[in-house]
T-cell receptor, first 112, second 114 residues
């Protein structure tokens, strides 16, 4: 079962533009994490935001969390061709024994 | 930088054959996860180990899948017999403490069942 749903399913932008991806979830969470997956490879952890945090930054990444709307967004600023990948959100919650529950991902394509 | 190792990277097999995947987690990581990822979807947890003990295998199809982590270090996931629907990417991940901790993934094994 997948708790997170990413939106959009696919996004294509020009290099240098900002990319925004959204994640919605269904139940109360403990943490929300974002991961990146390059084509045919494993996943790489990007950032973790706790349920009591509203915003977090890491380099060109900015993550926001709105627990009242059960949603999160990932912003990548000044996109580069190397950012082309699929991006997944994953949540953990007390009622699922903190097991990570994953969304289906957003496929991001950066056009040179 | 330490990484999670997996082998093989690619496996093609015929249905009804047996296949096995191997994973070596990052040294010192107590928790090991096996996920299955179908193309276009997010990972689905198959089994989770804490040291050598299984803590969650509720999504593991136990009639054909088995997993072990005998010494609490590396792990093997086996499918016998393989079915066409098992074609997917099999990902191994590890974390220091367990759930709610950052997970580090290996490169995965792409399985194709013909």
């Amino acid at each position: 079962s997948q708790q997170g749903e990413e939106d959009p399913q696919a996004l294509s932008i020009q290099e240098g533009e900002n990319a925004t991806m959204n994640c919605s979830y269904k139940t109360s969470i403990n943490n929300l994490q974002w991961y990146r997956q390059n084509s045919g490879r494993g996943l790489v952890h990007l950032i973790l935001i706790r349920s009591n945090e509203r915003e977090k930054h890491s380099g060109r990444l900015r993550v926001t969390l709105d627990t009242s709307k059960k949603s999160s967004s990932l912003l990548i600023t000044a996109s580069r061709a190397a950012d082309t990948a699929s991006y997944f959100c994953a949540t953990d919650a007390l009622d699922s024994n903190y097991q990570l529950i994953w969304g289906a991902g957003t496929k991001l394509i950066i056009k040179p | 930088e330490a990484e999670v190792a997996q082998s093989p990277r690619y496996k093609i097999t015929e249905k009804s054959q047996a296949v096995a995947f191997w994973c070596d987690p990052i040294s010192g990581h107590a928790t090991l996860y096996w996920y299955r990822q179908i193309l276009g979807q997010g990972p689905e947890l198959l089994v989770q180990f804490q040291d050598e003990s299984v803590v969650d295998d509720s999504q593991l199809p136990k009639d054909r899948f088995s997993a072990e982590r005998l010494k609490g270090v590396d792990s093997t996931l086996k499918i016998q017999p393989a079915e066409l629907g098992d074609s997917a990417m099999y990902l191994c991940a590890s974390s220091r403490r367990g759930n709610a901790d950052t997970q580090y993934f290996g490169p995965g094994t792409r399985l194709t069942v013909l």
